[in-house]
């Protein structure tokens, strides 16, 4: 039996200004998203609010529909829309291929790693510390199903 995986979309966008990616941020975000960004110094750690620190060069929104990232450049940002549902923004360029989805669960890491010198944090309201257990995020694989490649892997919300 051959399971069906439903359809993902990708988007990519680049030379995006400060103030339009606040904007998208805003767009894509719900009351299920969370927040990641990396600074050249540490990271933010998954966080339920958008920390007031900005100044990141690279970052994250995630929600269950999409995953946003953000990368700084020398004129500005590059996003990319990760989503299970079609989005119409101004500027963004759908990638071609015939993406499917497919959910999977998500390990954590001891948040003490080496690869995170100053620790990992989980963030909820209010900024306050919360166990990794609390927060239920998953993996979305999006593959091209011409190639059954996996080009990206997003996170998402239960």
């Known amino acids: 039996m051959k399971q069906e995986f439903p359809s993902g979309y990708v988007y990519h966008k680049q030379l995006v200004a400060d103030d339009e990616l606040g904007s998208l941020i805003t767009q894509v975000s ?3 998203s969370y927040y990641f960004l990396r600074y050249s110094h540490a990271v933010s750690g998954i966080c339920k609010e958008l920390p007031d620190e900005r100044g990141e060069i690279e ?4 929600n269950s529909i999409c995953e946003m990232r953000w990368k700084k450049d020398k004129s500005g940002y590059d996003v990319l829309i990760l989503s299970q549902q079609k989005f119409d923004l101004k500027g963004f360029e759908k990638l071609t291929g ?3 989805i497919c959910d999977r669960d998500a390990y954590w890491h001891n948040p003490e790693e080496t690869r995170f010198p100053k620790g990992f944090t989980f963030k909820g309201e209010n900024n306050q510390s919360i166990k990794p257990k609390e927060i239920s995020i998953k993996q979305r694989y999006f593959k091209d199903s011409a190639t059954a490649t996996i080009h990206f892997v997003a996170l998402t919300v239960n």
Do not use: A, I, R, T
């Not at 970052?59 to 995630?62: E, I, L, N, P, S």
């Open 98 to 100: 015939n993406w499917k």
């Open 59 to 62: 970052g994250q929104v995630f």
């Open 30 to 32: 719900n009351s299920q």
